[in-house]
């Protein structure tokens, strides 16, 4: 504690009291001087008067003594004369002792008065002297507390200055996280009134977040204030967390449209436990809705490719049967024409019966594969002799293959299915005529390939274009057609299996597909299997799914 007596002035004289005895001692000291000199020089003056009359006595008595002796008359004045004359100069001689003593008189008192000050002076000077030693040891404590609190103020400082460090660090990293979180953050006032928000939130509301500060819910969102405004006051009156709260349909489109919302509201609480406002994450879920959404028709394509395996396996058995008693019927000679025609048919539905049997194992992957390195360019050769001789004559069939090719590992029959499915889909897309295309190349696939269609990666791959001038598909069809059993042609012509077939087996060797059509306008497949050399371990063969998917839309690249 610094001691109060710094804080009281010195005890001293009045003022003008120093400075009036300054003057008074240099008068004192001047009139003194002058009074001494004075009456020096009137004793002086004294004793030359008293030796001058004595002398003067001399010669006076000497003359009066002479005149005497001439006429004693005359001689009587001038005694007379001359005692008047002497009592005179007594006088006079007296006035001037006096007038000499005074000065004496007056230098006794001005030096008894300097004397006098001069003791008041030492002694006040000795006051002060003491009063200076006291404060000054009161200013050494003093000094002492003032550095102890000066040392103890620098501790504190050091101290508060690594709190208020660590705070800013910590404000710093809270900023940070809330700017940098990728989901948007939003901070509301009791009045519903927007405190904060971070870029993320703005970005998703196409606002600059300090744009939101100050407005209410229902001047910065006033298309969906209605449905988050309870929200808000659910929280604020609950004080509980509304967590996962799902968000969807047209009233979010100004959020962009098709997306899904997952947004959660909890309290905001001060150090006292009382509610200060609500927070909100809004959080796209869009692509995690898709992956939900697929990986549920994942499990349901999985359930119908066992129940097709099962169908598949039992039917095919029945099948066999058929066609073994059939064959029997068939060689007994005594049948008539009629009956080996119904016979011949007979086993001709058992055959497309046993074709469709195959495709549902294909889809459901039950059927045994053999991949290796396959010479793309000979089964396309091969494929064109086949279709030259099967497709009207109103097609023209036109088969591009460079002169050298990598090489993909799948199986040849599998190759096949996928070609002829694509080409026979191609051909029934036109039936007064056009043209059949049917290519193949390597690309090296960039990233930009690889964002644009899912499932895709960097890499080195073949591509097989099938392309068709024929009636084309909108938009609708084109996000279905791989779905099984889903066909645009009659019951008699298709089953629905061909290309979701397509897309189980290229999905079985790691490829993708990429779709273009248009209505009226034609349509074009566009195959990409990876090449052989490209494949991590081509002794193991390529990796097969376990789940056969139907893909969704955003596997699909395909001109409006």
């Given at each position: ?46 004793g030359a008067d008293v030796v001058l009359d004595a002398r003067t006595e001399q010669v006076r008595s000497q003359a009066v003594a ?495």
């Amino acid at each position: 504690m610094i001691s109060p007596l710094i804080t009281e002035p010195l005890s001293r004289a009045k003022p003008r009291t120093a400075p009036i005895v300054g003057v008074l001692r240099r008068d004192l000291v001047g009139a003194t001087i002058a009074l001494a000199l004075l009456t020096f020089f009137g004793f002086l003056l004294f004793g030359a008067d008293v030796v001058l009359d004595a002398r003067t006595e001399q010669v006076r008595s000497q003359a009066v003594a002479y005149v005497r002796t001439t006429n004693s008359v005359i001689a009587d004045q001038f005694a007379e004369r001359f005692e008047q004359n002497r009592r005179l100069i007594a006088g006079i001689r007296w006035v001037s002792f006096f007038a000499a003593l005074i000065p004496a008189i007056g230098i006794l008192v001005f030096l008894s008065r300097l004397s006098r000050h001069d003791r008041e002076l030492t002694a006040e000077s000795r006051h002060r002297r003491t009063l200076l030693t006291d404060k000054t040891k009161a200013l050494a404590m003093a000094d002492a507390e003032l550095a102890q609190a000066i040392a103890e103020a620098r501790r504190t400082r050091v101290t508060l200055s690594g709190e208020t460090h660590d705070k800013e660090f910590t404000m710093s990293l809270l900023e940070g996280a809330m700017l940098s979180v990728p989901m948007g953050l939003g901070l509301v006032a009791p009045d519903l009134r927007y405190i904060r928000v971070n870029s993320a939130f703005g970005a998703i509301h196409g606002k600059p977040p300090e744009w939101f500060v100050g407005k209410s819910i229902s001047e910065a969102v006033p298309a969906i204030a209605k449905l988050v405004a309870p929200r808000f006051r659910s929280v604020l009156e609950s004080g509980k967390p509304l967590r996962n709260v799902a968000s969807t349909g047209k009233t979010y489109d100004e959020l962009g449209p098709n997306k899904h919302w997952l947004s959660s509201y909890y309290p905001i609480r001060d150090a006292s436990r009382h509610i200060i406002g609500v927070g909100v994450v809004l959080e796209d879920v869009t692509e995690h809705t898709a992956i939900a959404e697929q990986f549920h028709h994942a499990q349901k394509m999985e359930a119908i490719a066992r129940l097709a395996s099962g169908v598949a396996h039992d039917f095919n058995n029945l099948l066999v049967i058929i066609r073994c008693y059939t064959d029997i019927l068939l060689l007994q000679e005594e049948m008539g024409e009629e009956s080996l025609s119904d016979l011949h048919e007979v086993r001709s539905a058992a055959d497309r019966a046993a074709v469709l049997s195959r495709q549902l194992l294909t889809f459901a992957r039950q059927n045994v594969v053999a991949p290796h390195a396959v010479d793309v360019r000979a089964r396309l050769r091969e494929l064109q002799d086949m279709l030259t001789r099967i497709i009207p004559k109103e097609l023209t069939l036109t088969v591009v293959v460079p002169e050298v090719l990598d090489k993909v590992q799948i199986d040849p029959g599998h190759l096949d299915q996928i070609l002829m499915n694509l080409a026979v889909n191609a051909v029934d897309a036109m039936p007064a005529g056009g043209r059949l295309t049917l290519t193949a190349a390597r690309i090296d696939a960039d990233s930009g390939l690889a964002e644009r269609i899912v499932g895709a990666a960097v890499g080195p791959y073949v591509v097989l274009t099938v392309a068709d001038t024929g009636m084309g598909m909108d938009k609708a069809t084109r996000s279905r057609i791989f779905e099984p059993f889903f066909t645009t042609k009659s019951s008699d012509k298709g089953t629905g299996l061909g290309l979701s077939t397509v897309y189980a087996l290229v999905t079985q060797y790691n490829g993708f597909l990429q779709v273009e059509s248009k209505p009226n306008q034609g349509t074009t497949f566009r195959i990409y299997f990876p090449v052989a050399g490209a494949i991590e371990d081509p002794m193991q063969g390529p990796y097969i799914n376990d789940v056969t998917t139907s893909p969704s839309s955003s596997n699909l690249v395909a001109s409006a």
